[in-house]
């Protein structure tokens, strides 16, 4: 199995900051993968697919970079809506691995 | 607009089996793979199986082999997540999920609840 590891696994943060989230994989994953945001209660929702591509009507404050085993999901200018929990996934092989989490909270 | 929509809180107890389903509806729902994913209490996300399109074919966790089976109605675009031997460690949120790249949709998940 492909193992997803996020780091940090939490990280605090101001309105408006600019924050940074990676994901390694455990062997090349191309760039096949998503990052979610997770609120409590709630589903996932997606942010980015292919690495680098923006989820329609996600603003593009959220970007993603990387290809391979290294990447990186990019919050810029925090609002309040955006502390929450985020996840990577790959989606390259099967079984779908998920990151561990990475918990956004306000500082 | 797509929607999934899942089936209510299940308790069980230890042993039993549980079935969830999710009715997708605002797409075709012969195009598009169906997954299941589990939240554990304060835990993250765990992939557990997927069901092609057709649904002919199935690819589940090694960690699920044997405990549980999805299968999928094309009359009523629902697919169904059966899981058996439940254990107290099977407690969590259920979802349903696309997980389609650029179509990527999640259905409001089932708190499925195994205590004696």
């Known amino acids: 199995d492909i193992q997803m590891t996020q780091s940090p696994s939490s990280l605090s943060a101001s309105v408006g900051d600019r924050v940074s989230i990676t994901c390694r994989a455990s062997q090349g994953i191309n760039n096949y993968l998503a990052w979610f945001q997770q609120k409590p209660g709630k589903a996932p929702k997606s942010l980015i697919y292919a690495a680098s591509s923006l989820q329609s009507g996600v603003p593009s404050k959220f970007s993603g970079s990387g290809y391979g085993t290294d990447f990186t999901l990019t919050i810029s200018s925090l609002q309040p809506e955006d502390f929450a929990t985020y996840y990577c996934?790959?989606?390259?092989?099967?079984?779908?691995?998920f990151g561990q989490g990475t918990k956004l909270e306000i500082k | 607009q797509v929607q999934l929509v899942q089936s209510g809180v299940e308790v069980k107890k230890p042993g039993a089996s549980v079935k969830v389903s999710c009715k997708a509806s605002g797409y075709i729902f012969t195009s598009y793979y169906m997954h299941w994913v589990r939240q554990a209490p304060g835990q993250g996300l765990e992939w557990m199986g997927t069901?092609?399109?057709?649904?002919?074919?199935?690819t589940y966790a090694q960690k699920f082999q044997g405990r549980v089976a999805i299968t999928r109605d094309t009359s009523t675009s629902t697919v169904y997540m059966d899981l058996s031997s439940l254990r107290s460690d099977d407690t969590a949120v259920y979802f349903c999920?696309?997980?389609?790249?650029?179509?990527?949709?999640w259905g409001q998940g089932t708190l499925v609840t195994v205590s004696s």
């Open positions: 996934q790959q989606y390259k092989n099967y079984p779908y691995t």
């Open positions: 069901i092609t399109p057709s649904g002919e074919s199935t």
């Open positions: 999920a696309t997980l389609g790249a650029s179509f990527d949709h």
